[in-house]
């Protein structure tokens, strides 16, 4: 534990400490004895304390110190000479983690600040064992009852926050603090707003920008450490830094510091930096750099054979000073993140003045040399590769990657590795004391004729990984020629007599392949099937059968993917082994096809997954047309990597003729451009598409049925008339149609889901009858006897209902069965009737709104919502109502109605 004092304060630290060690024990009280104590400059002193803990099972632990001598009189905190001092580290205890070293703050926090002078601080933390380091803010903490309440909670120390803490630049405690011009800025700050208190997440510097009011601050920085596994990023240790700014007023000005931009290097090679400061008040300057790199190695040595890893001096203190930065790099420091090495100017005022300081961080990435010698040689359908001994043995792995054809990328120090862009794949990796590897794809086989390149490079073990720059490419060409499939062509379409011609190339070799030799067809369903799902079609051990048909297939309703398998020895002992090489699998075309909404078009699309080129040559289209017997060619399309598109589209004003076949099939048009193959054309398999028939409903006469003496007079007294057509011009082409499915919507919809299948018939007629009412929507469908086909929906034909209603003048309630209740004469399909009366006083004698059709019994009685209450008969005379009708139609169209009524008994 490290501490910084000023004994002026009223503040300082004892000779002993107490130490909570998070697993529920404790040092004892004051039991940890200060190992030194070192004067730094301006009443400060850096106090060391070592101690010793064994943990008896993995687990988080907070290690923490609770003091009680915070200082009196800061002013971000309530009452602070009353809280005491608390900080902690937070350490895992992990065998997957292994041994773990917590974050090291290098820079002590001894400096000061100025009003209205930006103030810095960076801890310049490091990490031995190159984990991440993140930096975030926090407010201080205190235990309530210092030690002794530490040690009451069952010594684990329970920290809050301090009471009424605020950030330094908070208006409450800093009123009136701004923005100054700070060019270092990252972002540049806004001159005159509204102070700043920031930490860089990842360099760590704070940067308070700018105080406006002399006096003490407090604030916490929290070093989180992030470590890379197997499982992803996790958080292994936390550092808490709790600092004391001091603000003074001073006219000195702070000084100005240049340094070398932040640079990335390979391992061995030596860093030299040149550091320069500058002071507006011309006084002399203290150069100092802290860092990780500044500790002494290795660490298990005794200490007189330990050495720095990097040096700084300072060449010159006066205005303009000067320094020095020296690091010879070794493969020890390859690492993925940079190291941080922070540099700090301060001034040397005049008496009675407040030192200032300027800092900056520079960051250095070291990636590891380039593998070397990269050598490739062939074998019949595998590559050898060979380097030399690659001279960092920290690295953990070599990884191979391999791309066709030769790519020429530029090295860069400060991204190692091979970068996706440069079209590299990785094929394999090997130990970093490994000098081969042999890549024939998995087992797979490399093409012959091919040219195949290859890069190396090293990865170095986590936590601190890294890369190394890539290696110098090799390429070659394998000798011969490979096996690839070419052609996967639909010959016949059926539902179980479809056949299907699949061709390949002949493999070839110098001197021959060692026997046995053979190919083995495979073939699975759909047009990216699992490797799983393959089956054996056929095996050959002639090697110049490279065609076979496919026969007995359902290429109707289904594609098909075809894998073929090269078999041949790999040498000529009994020791060798059987290598098998298998090309890219390729699929048949699969054709789909829709007609246009408006039926002047139909729209192909097609589908395929080859390892052939199909974007260079153009795909043709072919239709054949109703009752012709040949197909002929309508156009051509460009070729598409998996797919393609065509609309069939007629003249303007033409329609497809309706209930016949237009059948159609494309054919693509590919090549193998790196072995000048081609061209391979591949058929799909035929697709016929069954235009729909055309759909009149007969309108209802609406007037004619206002115009009877009573409507309605069943419960279902409405019939719709339904009829269709298809193309007669050309006879004897729409006998494939072999019946009609009517299907039905209530509601007004386009939607084809919203229909229900009523009926079907082989009669281009249909009368939907016993409804109750008109108003509904239907379209009609054609099915084919050929290949079972059906057409699309034809267009949707709907009509609403009439919108009529008639009450009578007079009704008689007596009983006899005959007009006792009062309802329409003329009506409509009506959705809900809310109907009152009145008598000639007006007063409301009835109203309901249960029934459609109204039929009131000339009682005197309420009935709404539920409500009903003893009824009477009304007096024989003349009553008034009104009716608010709702109407079935598909626009519940409302409407209200007044009259009145004579009731006679």
Same mark, same amino acid.
């Given at each position: 534990?490290?501490?910084?004092?000023?004994?002026?304060?009223?503040?300082?630290?004892?000779?002993?400490? @107490?130490?909570?060690?998070?697993?529920?024990?404790?040092?004892?009280?004051?039991?940890?004895?200060?190992?030194?104590?070192?004067?730094?400059?301006?009443?400060?002193?850096?106090?060391?304390?070592?101690?010793?803990?064994?943990?008896?099972?993995?687990?988080?632990?907070?290690?923490?110190?609770?003091?009680?001598?915070?200082?009196? !009189?800061?002013?971000?905190?309530?009452?602070?000479?009353?809280?005491?001092?608390?900080?902690?580290?937070?350490?895992?205890?992990?065998?997957?983690?292994?041994?773990?070293?917590?974050?090291? /703050?290098?820079?002590?926090?001894?400096?000061?600040?100025?009003?209205?002078?930006?103030?810095?601080?960076?801890?310049?933390?490091?990490?031995?064992?190159?984990?991440?380091?993140?930096?975030?803010?926090?407010?201080?903490?205190?235990?309530?009852?210092?030690?002794?309440?530490?040690?009451?909670?069952?010594?684990?120390?329970?920290?809050?926050?301090?009471?009424?803490?605020?950030?330094?630049?908070?208006?409450?405690?800093?009123?009136?603090?701004?923005?100054?011009?700070?060019?270092?800025?990252?972002?540049?700050?806004?001159?005159?707003?509204?102070?700043?208190?920031?930490?860089?997440?990842?360099?760590?510097?704070?940067?308070?920008?700018?105080?406006?009011?002399?006096?003490?601050?407090?604030?916490?920085?929290?070093?989180?450490?992030?470590?890379?596994?197997?499982?992803?990023?996790?958080?292994?240790?936390?550092?808490?830094?709790?600092?004391?700014?001091?603000?003074?007023?001073?006219?000195?000005?702070?000084? %100005?510091?240049? %340094?070398?931009?932040?640079?990335?290097?390979?391992?061995?090679?030596?860093?030299?930096?040149?550091?320069? *400061? @500058?002071?507006?008040?011309?006084?002399?300057?203290?150069?100092? *750099?802290?860092?990780?790199?500044?500790?002494?190695?290795?660490?298990?040595?005794?200490?007189?054979?330990?050495? $720095?890893?990097?040096?700084?001096?300072?060449?010159?203190?006066?205005?303009?000073?000067?320094?020095?930065?020296?690091?010879?790099?070794?493969?020890?420091?390859?690492?993925?993140?940079?190291?941080?090495?922070? $540099?700090?100017?301060?001034?040397?005022?005049?008496?009675?003045?407040?030192?200032?300081?300027?800092?900056?961080?520079?960051?250095?990435?070291?990636?590891?040399?380039?593998?070397?010698?990269?050598?490739?040689?062939?074998?019949?359908?595998?590559?050898?590769?060979?380097?030399? &001994?690659?001279?960092?043995?920290?690295?953990?792995?070599?990884?191979?990657?391999?791309?066709?054809?030769?790519?020429? +990328?530029?090295?860069?120090?400060?991204?190692?590795?091979?970068?996706?862009?440069?079209?590299?794949?990785?094929?394999?990796?090997?130990?970093?004391?490994?000098?081969?590897?042999?890549?024939?794809?998995? !087992?797979?086989?490399?093409?012959?004729?091919? @040219?195949?390149?290859?890069?190396?490079?090293?990865? +170095?073990? /986590?936590?601190?990984?890294?890369?190394?720059?890539?290696?110098?490419?090799?390429?070659?060409?394998?000798?011969?020629?490979?096996? &690839?499939?070419?052609?996967?062509?639909?010959?016949?379409?059926?539902?179980?007599?479809?056949?299907?011609?699949?061709?390949?190339?002949?493999?070839?070799?110098?001197?021959?392949?060692?026997?046995?030799?053979?190919?083995?067809?495979?073939?699975?369903?759909?047009?990216?099937?699992?490797?799983?799902?393959?089956?054996?079609?056929?095996?050959?051990?002639?090697?110049?059968?490279?065609?076979?048909?496919?026969?007995?297939?359902?290429?109707?309703?289904?594609?098909?993917?075809?894998?073929?398998?090269?078999?041949?020895?790999?040498?000529?002992?009994?020791?060798?082994?059987?290598?098998?090489?298998?090309?890219?699998?390729?699929?048949?075309?699969?054709?789909?096809?829709?007609?246009?909404?408006?039926?002047?078009?139909?729209?192909?699309?097609?589908?395929?997954?080859?390892?052939?080129?199909?974007?260079?040559?153009?795909?043709?289209?072919?239709?054949?047309?109703?009752?012709?017997?040949?197909?002929?060619?309508?156009?051509?399309?460009?070729?598409?990597?998996?797919?393609?598109?065509?609309?069939?589209? &007629?003249?303007?004003?033409?329609?497809?003729?309706?209930?016949?076949?237009?059948?159609?099939?494309?054919?693509?048009?590919?090549?193998?451009?790196?072995?000048?193959?081609?061209?391979?054309?591949?058929?799909?398999?035929?697709?016929?598409?069954?235009?729909?028939?055309?759909?009149?409903?007969?309108?209802?006469?609406?007037?004619? &049925?206002?115009?009877?003496? +009573?409507?309605?007079?069943?419960?279902?007294?409405?019939?719709?008339?339904?009829?269709?057509?298809?193309?007669?011009?050309?006879?004897?082409?729409?006998?494939?149609?072999?019946?009609?499915?009517?299907?039905?919507?209530?509601?007004?919809?386009?939607?084809?889901?919203? +229909?229900? /299948?009523?009926?079907?018939?082989?009669?281009?007629?249909?009368?939907?009858?016993?409804?109750?009412?008109?108003?509904?929507?239907?379209?009609?469908?054609?099915?084919?006897?050929?290949?079972?086909?059906?057409?699309?929906?034809?267009?949707?034909?709907?009509?609403?209902?009439?919108?009529?209603?008639?009450?009578?003048?007079?009704?008689?309630?007596?009983?006899?069965?005959?007009?006792? @209740?009062?309802?329409?004469?003329?009506?409509?399909? %009506?959705?809900?009737?809310?109907?009152?009366?009145?008598?000639?006083?007006?007063?409301?004698?009835?109203?309901?709104?249960?029934?459609?059709?109204?039929?009131?019994?000339?009682?005197?009685?309420?009935?709404?919502?539920?409500?009903?209450?003893?009824?009477?008969?009304?007096?024989? !005379?003349?009553?008034?109502?009104?009716?608010?009708?709702?109407?079935?139609?598909?626009?519940?169209?409302?409407?209200?109605?007044?009259?009145?009524?004579?009731?006679?008994?």
């Amino acid at each position: 534990m490290v501490l910084y004092t000023d004994p002026t304060s009223g503040a300082d630290t004892d000779d002993t400490e @107490t130490i909570f060690f998070g697993d529920g024990t404790f040092s004892g009280v004051n039991a940890i004895v200060r190992s030194s104590r070192t004067f730094l400059g301006n009443n400060i002193y850096r106090n060391v304390y070592y101690f010793e803990h064994t943990y008896n099972a993995p687990k988080s632990y907070v290690v923490s110190f609770v003091g009680e001598l915070r200082q009196g !009189g800061i002013a971000n905190m309530s009452n602070s000479k009353d809280l005491s001092f608390y900080i902690g580290t937070r350490i895992t205890i992990d065998p997957v983690l292994g041994v773990n070293h917590s974050p090291v /703050l290098n820079a002590p926090p001894i400096d000061f600040a100025t009003p209205n002078q930006v103030f810095l601080h960076n801890p310049a933390a490091s990490d031995e064992d190159g984990d991440s380091l993140a930096y975030r803010l926090a407010p201080s903490q205190y235990v309530v009852g210092d030690v002794a309440g530490a040690v009451s909670t069952g010594n684990i120390p329970r920290p809050v926050v301090v009471p009424n803490y605020a950030y330094p630049n908070a208006q409450s405690v800093s009123p009136n603090g701004k923005q100054v011009a700070f060019p270092a800025g990252n972002p540049p700050p806004t001159i005159g707003g509204p102070a700043t208190f920031t930490i860089d997440a990842i360099t760590g510097q704070l940067v308070w920008n700018s105080p406006s009011v002399a006096g003490l601050y407090n604030v916490v920085i929290i070093v989180e450490e992030w470590r890379r596994t197997a499982g992803g990023r996790r958080l292994i240790g936390e550092v808490i830094r709790d600092m004391q700014i001091i603000v003074n007023p001073t006219k000195n000005q702070r000084p %100005i510091l240049e %340094i070398p931009r932040d640079i990335c290097v390979v391992a061995g090679d030596s860093v030299r930096g040149a550091i320069r *400061a @500058t002071d507006p008040d011309g006084n002399p300057i203290d150069l100092t *750099a802290f860092g990780g790199l500044f500790s002494r190695i290795p660490i298990a040595a005794p200490e007189e054979k330990k050495t $720095f890893r990097a040096q700084f001096e300072q060449t010159r203190r006066n205005n303009p000073a000067t320094g020095r930065f020296r690091w010879l790099t070794t493969c020890a420091d390859v690492a993925r993140l940079p190291y941080q090495v922070l $540099f700090r100017a301060v001034d040397v005022p005049a008496d009675g003045e407040t030192p200032l300081i300027d800092e900056r961080v520079w960051r250095i990435t070291v990636v590891g040399p380039p593998p070397q010698n990269l050598k490739a040689t062939g074998q019949s359908s595998a590559i050898n590769l060979t380097w030399n &001994l690659y001279e960092c043995q920290n690295a953990s792995r070599i990884l191979i990657f391999r791309r066709e054809g030769s790519a020429d +990328f530029q090295l860069d120090t400060c991204n190692p590795g091979i970068p996706a862009s440069a079209g590299y794949v990785q094929v394999g990796s090997v130990a970093a004391n490994q000098t081969s590897f042999v890549d024939n794809d998995n !087992g797979k086989g490399l093409a012959r004729g091919k @040219t195949y390149c290859y890069r190396i490079y090293a990865e +170095f073990p /986590l936590p601190a990984g890294g890369k190394s720059l890539a290696s110098e490419e090799t390429c070659l060409v394998l000798n011969g020629r490979p096996i &690839l499939l070419t052609n996967v062509t639909v010959e016949k379409t059926d539902k179980a007599a479809g056949a299907i011609k699949v061709i390949w190339t002949k493999p070839t070799i110098t001197g021959g392949f060692v026997p046995p030799v053979g190919y083995n067809l495979y073939r699975a369903e759909g047009l990216s099937p699992a490797s799983n799902t393959f089956g054996l079609v056929k095996s050959f051990t002639n090697l110049n059968d490279t065609v076979y048909v496919d026969n007995n297939l359902n290429t109707t309703d289904k594609a098909f993917t075809y894998r073929i398998e090269f078999t041949h020895k790999s040498g000529t002992t009994a020791q060798d082994s059987i290598v098998h090489e298998r090309p890219a699998a390729a699929s048949s075309v699969r054709l789909e096809a829709a007609a246009t909404t408006a039926n002047d078009g139909i729209v192909l699309n097609w589908n395929f997954n080859v390892p052939w080129d199909n974007t260079a040559r153009p795909t043709r289209i072919f239709r054949r047309d109703p009752c012709a017997n040949n197909y002929v060619q309508i156009a051509t399309v460009p070729g598409g990597a998996s797919s393609g598109t065509y609309t069939d589209l &007629l003249a303007a004003g033409q329609v497809f003729k309706s209930g016949l076949l237009y059948c159609y099939y494309v054919e693509t048009d590919g090549e193998y451009k790196e072995f000048r193959i081609g061209p391979l054309l591949n058929k799909s398999q035929e697709k016929c598409l069954l235009t729909p028939p055309v759909l009149t409903l007969l309108d209802i006469n609406c007037d004619s &049925l206002a115009a009877l003496p +009573f409507f309605p007079n069943g419960s279902k007294p409405y019939s719709n008339r339904l009829s269709w057509t298809v193309d007669t011009s050309t006879p004897g082409c729409n006998t494939n149609i072999s019946y009609y499915r009517i299907y039905y919507s209530p509601t007004q919809s386009t939607n084809p889901a919203d +229909f229900r /299948l009523i009926d079907s018939t082989q009669a281009t007629s249909y009368v939907h009858a016993n409804l109750e009412t008109s108003a509904a929507c239907y379209y009609v469908v054609a099915v084919a006897r050929e290949l079972s086909l059906v057409s699309a929906p034809s267009n949707i034909a709907c009509h609403d209902a009439c919108l009529f209603f008639l009450l009578p003048n007079i009704f008689t309630p007596n009983g006899d069965g005959k007009n006792d @209740t009062f309802r329409p004469k003329l009506a409509s399909p %009506i959705r809900r009737t809310r109907f009152t009366a009145f008598n000639r006083w007006g007063v409301k004698v009835y109203e309901s709104d249960q029934n459609p059709l109204i039929e009131w019994n000339g009682t005197n009685k309420t009935v709404k919502e539920g409500n009903n209450n003893p009824s009477s008969r009304v007096v024989d !005379g003349l009553y008034f109502y009104q009716a608010e009708v709702e109407f079935a139609d598909f626009a519940g169209t409302k409407k209200t109605y007044k009259g009145w009524v004579q009731i006679t008994r």
